[in-house]
Nanobody, 124 residues
């Protein structure tokens, strides 16, 4: 059973950068899609970025061009590099995984093994 732990969040000024990490244990991430979602206060959890086993990526319109998702299967980790951060990026960020053979998805309900999340606050 794969377990995930997110880290790397914090307080950053608008225009700043952060890199989030998603460390897996229990199973290898090889064979999984990895996705980052975020949940702002009072809102539902929404997809931010997805990366396939082969390295193909997709992003929410709100972050496209500013965020970069990546993975290192040898280290069993996923990452989200966030640049040009805006106050509206403030949220708790979560990573989740989905078995590749189940097909591509951007729906929260299709992912599992959520960690506790990591808080990102963008404020001056």
């Amino acid at each position: 059973q794969v377990q995930l732990v997110e880290s790397g969040g914090g307080l950053v000024q608008p225009g700043g950068s952060l890199t989030l990490s998603c460390v897996a244990s229990g199973e290898t991430l090889n064979g999984y899609l990895i996705a980052w979602f975020r949940q702002a206060q009072g809102q539902e959890r929404k997809m931010v970025a997805v990366i396939t086993r082969g390295g193909s990526t997709n992003y929410a319109d709100a972050v496209n061009g500013r965020f970069t998702i990546s993975r290192d299967d040898a280290r069993n980790e996923g990452y989200l590099q966030m640049n040009s951060l805006k106050p509206e990026d403030t949220a708790i960020y979560y990573c989740g995984v989905r078995r590749t053979y189940l097909g591509y998805s951007e729906r929260e309900v299709d992912y599992k093994a959520w960690g506790q999340g990591t808080q990102v606050t963008v404020s001056s």
